[in-house]
């Protein structure tokens, strides 16, 4: 067993039988009374972020969780098919947990996936990602970088906001945790 002197960001801590990931802690001395460490926990199956303290030296139940490198190959009907880039084993990860990482995911894309007792717990996309532009509404006369916004369609089917001067086939970086436009990229 760890104590709450172990918990770092990331890590990852069996509460009452669910698994809560540390998003981010701090020890806290006050000058009265016992030191704590106030924590905020995202449920690694639903989501749910808390906010939880533990009384400083407390036990805690952290789990190891085992990341890897995978390559998506594709969609097989609600489930996605991964390659561990190591072993070559293929792996089915239910759309649940890939959830909205499913919108900047391209075949033969590496992605990094969480494992607890060989069941598959979240995926990592890398911070950005590079998509081509489907469709979007032409820009008109006299539209500038300044301006405002309009909706365009990546070719994973996602939608996203883009500038107005960008243009259909263009491909545009995108921020794959809040899926923003972050530029135009020239290849």
């Known amino acids: 067993m760890a104590t709450t002197n172990d918990i770092k960001n990331g890590t990852i801590l069996n509460l009452d039988g669910n698994l809560w990931g540390v998003i981010e802690f701090q020890?806290?001395?006050?000058?009265?009374?016992?030191?704590?460490?106030r924590t905020k926990l995202r449920n690694v199956n639903t989501g749910k972020v808390v906010d939880k303290t533990f009384n400083a030296g407390a036990k805690v139940d952290i789990t190891t969780v085992d990341r890897s490198e995978y390559q998506y190959l594709y969609?097989?009907?609600?489930?996605?098919?991964f390659m561990d880039n190591k072993t070559y084993d293929q792996v089915t990860v239910p759309a649940a947990i890939v959830g909205d990482a499913a919108n900047?995911?391209?075949?033969n894309q590496n992605a990094t996936l969480a494992f607890h007792e060989g069941t598959p717990l979240y995926i990592e996309l890398p911070p950005s990602v590079v998509l081509?532009?489907?469709y979007t509404e032409p820009g008109l006369q006299g539209d500038r970088s300044t301006g405002g916004t309009k909706p365009a369609t990546l070719?994973?089917?996602?939608?996203i906001q883009v500038p107005l001067?960008?243009?259909q086939g263009t491909r545009v970086k995108v921020d794959t945790r809040s899926g923003d436009y972050?530029?135009?990229v020239n290849e």
């Open 27 to 37: 020890h806290v001395k006050p000058g009265k009374g016992g030191a704590f460490v």
């Open 75 to 81: 969609q097989d009907g609600e489930d996605y098919v």
């Open 104 to 107: 900047y995911m391209l075949e």
């Open 132 to 134: 081509e532009i489907t």
């Open 155 to 159: 070719e994973t089917g996602a939608q």
């Open 165 to 167: 001067f960008v243009e």
């Open 182 to 184: 972050l530029g135009r």
